[in-house]
């Protein structure tokens, strides 16, 4: 085996422009909502609005109402996947993706067994189950009838029990661009009228997996991978793919992992002003995040809990904005070329008028807003 240190060494800026082009951030892609929801393997979806933003920053001619209708006809859905948040999914993928992080959605239970004592887990999964799939619930019904059951128990981990052993997807109207609707839930078997995978413990489907991560985020390292899936023991996967992968160092000596044939452009290819949402894979999905977010901002994207949209300029993390009634306010962290706000301001009018229905009164301006 060849030693680490004759692996090819990939600068940041390499980095930054092989994982733009996995994004779909370097050039909008003239692809389907649905192709691109499965080449991300799925968006970050705690709000109902990022989603439809996320594929606006990457699809050439994206309106809301293709994701809409995905939704609607249930080609894709919502559920807790990744990272034990709210992903929106191809109806493919939360079948297949969902029992790969079963064994993380267990561990989560086990925070909260203290509340869960005299339980038995297999009959509240099964009486879960019964309860959503007679007709969608919301979480709070969910957790009164596990209530009549265990009246003992803690209301807030009968409710994580549920969440964590049924795979549970958020019914329309949720979701739907335009709409609103409170969260009901039922499972991803019913919603879809289709089996869901079996336990995804088999060596072949996490192999899968590691190499659509890489196809969407690479290159990237065992911890990035595992950061994103909030997984573990992932090692053994990428050792399994090593001999078929290409395999480089970061600038501190991080293997990393990638498909031979994947895009990797010259570190100065040019990268548009790009908007992102609140909660944005491409922020979330890697342990070294200084491929897209110098050190010296890290944790600018946040005031206490709250979570703000992003800018990228030059493929970089750049400012923040905010979008109100028809105006977009954008926060730069540092100076900007003419040139730079020129371009900031001719995305930001595209993305009022292909977002909103203020785009006869577009107005795009510079100033604070996360004081």
Not at 317 to 339: P, Q
């Amino acid at each position: 085996m060849a030693s680490r240190t004759a692996h090819p060494v990939l600068g940041t800026r390499s980095v930054n422009r092989a994982t733009l082009a996995r994004q779909l951030l370097l050039s909008r892609a003239a692809t389907s909502a649905q192709d691109a929801v499965a080449h991300l393997l799925g968006l970050q979806a705690q709000n109902v609005k990022p989603p439809y933003f996320q594929l606006h920053a990457r699809l050439a001619g994206f309106r809301p109402a293709e994701l809409a209708e995905l939704m609607e006809s249930r080609q894709v859905v919502r559920m807790v996947t990744m990272r034990s948040t709210i992903h929106t999914h191809t109806a493919h993928d939360a079948l297949t993706l969902r029992p790969l992080v079963q064994g993380a959605r267990d561990r989560e239970v086990n925070y909260f067994r203290k509340g869960l004592v005299g339980v038995d887990l297999e009959r509240l999964g099964e009486l879960a189950r019964a309860f959503v799939e007679a007709e969608p619930r919301t979480m709070g019904e969910i957790r009164e009838e596990l209530l009549t059951q265990w009246p003992d128990a803690d209301p807030q981990a009968l409710s994580v029990a549920a969440r964590c052993r049924l795979p549970l997807v958020q019914v329309t109207p949720r979701g739907v661009w335009g709409r609103s609707g409170q969260v009901r839930l039922t499972t991803v078997e019913q919603w879809l009228d289709t089996p869901a995978a079996p336990a995804a413990a088999a060596p072949q489907a996490v192999d899968d997996v590691v190499l659509r991560y890489l196809g969407a985020f690479g290159p990237a390292s065992v911890k990035d991978m595992q950061v994103w899936a909030g997984l573990t023991r992932l090692k053994e996967a990428f050792e399994r793919l090593r001999p078929q992968l290409a395999v480089f160092r970061d600038v501190n000596g991080v293997e990393l992992f990638d498909l031979p044939d994947a895009p990797r452009p010259d570190a100065d290819t040019p990268a548009p002003p790009r908007f992102l949402p609140e909660f944005d894979n491409l922020l979330l999905s890697h342990a070294d995040r200084t491929r897209v977010v110098a050190p010296e901002i890290k944790g600018r994207t946040w005031t206490g809990n709250q979570s703000h949209c992003t800018l990228l300029v030059d493929g970089f993390l750049a400012g923040l904005w905010r979008l109100e009634e028809g105006t977009l306010t954008v926060e730069l962290f540092g100076k900007a070329s003419k040139e730079d706000k020129e371009e900031i301001v001719a995305e930001g009018e595209r993305l009022i008028a292909d977002m909103t229905d203020h785009g006869g009164r577009a107005s795009v301006r510079f100033g604070s807003i996360s004081g």
